[in-house]
């Protein structure tokens, strides 16, 4: 596709239940990056991949969070027994074709908005 | 660790005027690089300026430029002759070229143009 591709746009969930997130980057984009933004505040680090890697998960904020992009393409947010805390937006980047994002604009989607209820 | 610092929460602009968004940084690696993003209410991050640490001119593209000073750790985004659609949240961003590629976003400036 054209640009970085994330579903749902919109997911409400009860506080307890489980959500995953679903992002499709740019075809051959070696990095992956997922962020959470809450409400007037700028996107936070959560976790990063290169290839189907997992080599920085130090931003994510409870064990409830698990990232994973098995092949290398595709990457999935899961969050698990959902909390208030958790709504936000996630927004997923990836890098420049081929290779790392070094001095290179990461390519953001239009991000899932996460209501917990 | 990386930090970005943006002070103005908002901030209102007469349309076809210039504005400056300050950043201030604070980075321990000798090598980085600076982005600028905007955030229409839509939500997409849209990417406008990159500046890298060791690059000896000021960035420009189109009408944003970016006031870099190194000495001040400072990373200013101007907008000349300001737009309606300028109207927007705008982030700061460092990435370090040492590992991990990722950005360290500021909290925003809320831009707002006044017809």
């Not at chain 1, 980047?93 to 996460?114: D, Q, V």
């Not at chain 2, 990159?50 to 000896?56: E, H, K, L, P, R």
């Amino acid at each position: 596709g054209a640009g970085v591709s994330q579903s749902p746009r919109y997911k409400v969930a009860k506080r307890g239940q489980d959500v995953a997130l679903r992002c499709d980057p740019i075809s051959g984009h070696v990095s992956l990056f997922w962020y959470q933004q809450a409400l007037g505040q700028g996107p936070e680090f959560l976790t990063y991949f290169q290839n189907e890697a997992q080599l920085d998960k130090s931003g994510l904020p409870s064990d409830r969070f698990f990232a994973e992009r098995p092949e290398g393409s595709v990457s999935t947010l899961k969050i698990q027994r959902t909390q208030q805390e958790d709504s936000a937006v996630y927004l997923c980047a990836s890098g420049k074709p081929g290779g790392m994002a070094y001095n290179s604009p990461l390519h953001f989607g239009n991000g899932t908005r996460l209501t917990v209820t | 660790a990386q930090k970005i610092t943006q002070t103005q929460p908002g901030m209102f602009v007469q349309e076809k005027e210039a504005v400056t968004l300050d950043c201030t940084y604070d980075t321990s690696d000798p090598s980085y690089g600076l982005f600028w993003y905007k955030q229409p209410s839509s939500g997409e991050m849209i990417f406008l300026i990159y500046q890298g640490s060791y690059d000896q001119q000021n960035a420009t593209e189109g009408r944003y430029s970016l006031n870099f000073q190194k000495a001040r750790k400072s990373a200013n985004l101007v907008i000349s002759a300001s737009q309606l659609g300028d109207s927007a949240m705008y982030f700061c961003a460092i990435q370090s070229n040492f590992g991990n590629e990722k950005l360290t976003f500021g909290t925003g400036t809320r831009l707002t143009i006044i017809p």
